[in-house]
């Protein structure tokens, strides 16, 4: 809404006192002199902040000379006006010297509610007096209201006549203005809201209409009217703002004709195609005109192209009833909104059936060509815009509306490509779904326009960069010739697929050798294994059978010499030492045998070993041996080697055992544990620590030795006085 001050309009005799909606316009001079001072400082900073940031702005120029940054700030406001435009949502005062916009909203309808008493718009007229803040807006800075008390009643101002400079700036947004123009269009929106398009000074501004009233301003089209309403120019994403707009509150009150349209439409000056905008002094370019000439292409209630004679051109129009190939007088608006001239907002007028001329062969090359005239020097000699063309070409790509409806097509000539537009939707037959693929030559028949750049060139001109065709329906593309089957696409892809069946071949070859290879290892390593079994398993045969035999022959040739002939006591001690020696031979021989034979590489095998020998090795020392172990064992092999480290080991404990230990009993545990075959030799003796110096510890070294090459452990724990545990560990991968 706008504020108006009651001294500086013409009203100020007016006296309205607040108790009876009639008060005393006058300021107090001191304070009048004070804001004129804070109001010109702060316009000549161009800060919108006043001068003391806690007191409200109360003029609208404060408001409006705000940076979008500063309006954020919801700086307060309060001020004193005329509503002299209103909405439901929003409305616009005037304070005497400038408008601004105040929101709204239903987000700040609670709150007026609880401070003004009510939420209901004040009618034009209105007096207010408003408590608020700042807001950015879409486009200038507006007010958001928290209070809205109203005063009285008042006139409205008179609006401005402004240049166009100032509304092309936007400057004059929400400002209360008049202009001048031709109406060239109007679109209805509802019973009472219309939208028209007025044409002034060259510049098409939107009017939008909230009360159409009694008025038929249909009726109106071609009419020159003065109309007065509130300047809102249109605004982008950027708060930029792009289009002229008037907010126009009632036609019979805002909206004067000046001059009437013509009855017929079609009593307007008629002018050939190719001088539809030529050079004249006459400044009524912007009225109606009438041309004449065939329809060669339409969509109808949209668009479609006329020509007579070698120039063609685009009517825009909401007829539903244009047909190709009709004759038709066109009365309608020149729109100069593109690089070529056009009609917009035409009526028609069927005059029969016409002649559609033959579309004219050509090229890219020749529609494209840059030579073939100057805008500054001649017409163009090959002027084709708007004219049927029959081109040929290759079918790059379709762009689909939906499932067998196409909406466009690219086609590629002369090494260069253009689009094709299918405005009718039409469905594709089955045969022309087969033969439109891409590499098909194809030949087209259409509406060809041109396209320009939007900028000058160096000599003035705007040049032709490309252009497009319309088609009427897919009948408009004929197929000449299908692409080779053997397309680069196709050619490439079986490429790629020989290729990666070359590659996949050459890795599978690759695989293959290498699985052989390792197969062959594997085989190789296990006959050798074989081998090796075979020829251990024949040692110790040889060993058993052989050697065996001997040591037994030695063995009964010492018990026969020693019962046929009397010894002396010297000789039976000898002898007594010569059989047992035989017997440790036959014993290490045993052992010999067991660890070379192939048949004893498994886990129980060596436990069995074990217990075996302790229990046979304490039982002459007189030691109890207690032996705890699984009954069952694990399907597992160890190596020869690792049988022999380990045996050794717990020999050797069990001989220290036997020396040093003094003990009556050991406990021999074997087991499984965390998957670690484990052996622990525990006595009841002495001790390792009380016989250390007696007997060194060569024989521990030799035990830590032996179980560190096969990967294993050894541990003494020394009990004192309750005799040593050996603990021996071994890895079961090993």
């Not at 095998?605 to 302790?614: D, G, K, L, P, T």
Request: net charge neutral; glycine share 8%.
């Amino acid at each position: 809404m706008f504020v108006h001050d009651m001294n500086m309009s013409p009203a100020a005799g007016l006296r309205i006192d607040r108790k009876n909606a009639v008060r005393d316009s006058r300021w107090e001079p001191m304070n009048r002199l004070v804001l004129i001072f804070i109001l010109l400082q702060a316009i000549q900073s161009g800060n919108a902040v006043q001068a003391v940031s806690q007191e409200p702005i109360t003029r609208v120029a404060g408001i409006r000379v705000l940076s979008r940054e500063d309006a954020a700030k919801a700086l307060p406001v309060r001020l004193e006006g005329v509503v002299i435009w209103q909405v439901k949502d929003a409305m616009v005062i005037w304070d005497g010297e400038k408008s601004v916009w105040v929101a709204w909203s239903s987000a700040n309808q609670q709150q007026l509610k609880k401070t003004s008493g009510s939420v209901d718009m004040p009618t034009l007229g209105t007096f207010v007096e408003i408590e608020g803040c700042t807001a950015p807006g879409g486009y200038a800075p507006i007010i958001i209201p928290k209070a809205i008390r109203r005063i009285g009643m008042m006139d409205l101002p008179k609006a401005a006549v402004v240049p166009m400079e100032r509304l092309l700036s936007g400057c004059e947004d929400a400002q209360l203005i008049e202009l001048e123009g031709v109406l060239q269009q109007v679109e209805p929106r509802s019973p009472s809201k219309h939208s028209m398009f007025l044409m002034v000074d060259g510049h098409s501004c939107r009017l939008h209409v909230e009360n159409a009233g009694g008025m038929e301003l249909s009726k109106l089209v071609d009419a020159r009217i003065k109309v007065r309403g509130i300047f809102s120019p249109d605004a982008n994403i950027r708060s930029e703002g792009i289009g002229l707009k008037l907010m126009v509150s009632d036609a019979e009150r805002d909206i004067d004709v000046i001059e009437p349209p013509p009855r017929d439409p079609f009593a307007a000056p008629r002018v050939a195609l190719n001088l539809l905008l030529p050079f004249s002094p006459d400044a009524g370019r912007y009225r109606r005109k009438v041309v004449s000439g065939v329809v060669t292409f339409a969509v109808p209630g949209w668009f479609f192209f006329l020509q007579g004679g070698k120039t063609s051109v685009r009517v825009n129009s909401p007829d539903r009833d244009v047909r190709a190939g009709r004759q038709v007088d066109v009365a309608g608006f020149v729109n100069t909104s593109h690089t070529f001239a056009s009609l917009g907002n035409a009526q028609v007028r069927d005059l029969g059936p016409g002649a559609l001329p033959a579309p004219v062969a050509t090229t890219v090359a020749k529609l494209l060509d840059p030579s073939a005239g100057s805008g500054l020097r001649k017409a163009r000699s090959n002027d084709l815009s708007g004219q049927l063309v029959t081109i040929r070409g290759t079918l790059l790509r379709i762009e689909w509306k939906r499932e067998n409806v196409p909406a466009a097509v690219r086609i590629g000539s002369d090494d260069r490509t253009f689009p094709a537009f299918f405005p009718i939707e039409q469905e594709l037959k089955e045969a022309e779904v087969n033969s439109w693929v891409p590499g098909a030559e194809v030949e087209l028949t259409g509406i060809a326009e041109y396209d320009f750049e939007k900028e000058r060139n160096a000599s003035g001109e705007y040049p032709l960069v490309a252009f497009h065709l319309w088609l009427t329906g897919p009948s408009a593309i004929q197929v000449l010739k299908l692409p080779s089957w053997w397309t680069p696409a196709r050619l490439g892809t079986a490429l790629a697929v020989s290729g990666g069946a070359l590659i996949l071949l050459l890795a599978w070859t690759w695989t293959l050798r290498h699985r052989v290879k390792a197969q062959t290892a594997i085989i190789s390593g296990q006959i050798q294994r074989e081998a090796v079994q075979d020829e251990r398993a024949r040692i110790a045969q040889d060993m058993h059978d052989e050697v065996g035999a001997r040591l037994s022959q030695i063995a009964i040739l010492q018990d026969i010499f020693a019962r046929d002939h009397p010894q002396s006591e010297p000789a039976r001690e000898d002898l007594a030492r010569l059989a047992a020696g035989t017997q440790e031979a036959v014993t290490a021989l045993d052992e010999a045998v067991w660890t070379v034979n192939p048949q004893n590489d498994t886990l129980a095998s060596m436990a069995e070993f074990i217990a075996h020998h302790a229990s046979s090795y304490l039982e002459p020392a007189e030691i109890a041996c207690r032996i705890e172990m699984p009954i069952e064992w694990p399907a597992l092999d160890v190596r020869s080697q690792t049988r022999h480290e380990l045996v050794c080991a717990c020999k050797e404990a069990l001989q220290n055992v036997v020396k040093h230990s003094k003990a009556s009993e050991v406990t021999l545990s074997m087991g499984i544990n965390n998957k670690e075959f484990f052996v622990e030799v525990a006595d009841n003796g002495c001790g390792f620590a009380q016989d250390a110096a007696a007997h060194g510890c060569d024989g521990l070294n030799n035990m830590k030795a032996r179980l560190r090459r096969i990967g294993g452990t050894c541990d003494i724990a020394d009990r004192i006085p309750t005799g040593t545990t050996v603990s021996v560990t071994l890895p079961l991968h090993t």
